[in-house]
């Protein structure tokens, strides 16, 4: 399979939420084909899990700042997102 297993510019520049995505599907694509070999298929599950991460990174940030902004927009003071127990 022809997929390129390189970061593709990653230290020259940070991709952005769709870049990351349209790379994982990539990724998961030749994952599923099963003609990969052994090291090469935990070479690209690597970097998948380093896109995930920053996927979901990216995803919480810009929640909150949506969180934020109705905060701001409905005059109310901007709260902790931090805390996960509802108060």
């Known amino acids: ?11 020259a ?4 939420l769709e870049d990351r995505l349209a790379r994982l599907e990539e990724i998961v694509a030749a994952l599923e084909s099963g003609e990969l070999e052994l090291d090469a298929a935990l070479k ?4 998948g899990v380093v896109h995930l ?8 940030s810009a929640e909150l700042r ?7 927009a409905q005059g109310d003071e901007t709260r902790d997102f931090g805390r996960g127990d509802g108060s």
């Open 66 to 72: 949506v969180e934020e902004l109705l905060n701001t």
């Open 13 to 16: 520049q940070n991709p952005g």
């Open 1 to 11: 399979m022809g997929i390129d297993m390189s970061e593709s510019g990653e230290s």
């Open 44 to 47: 690209l599950f690597e970097e």
């Open 53 to 60: 991460r920053e996927t979901e990174a990216l995803l919480a």
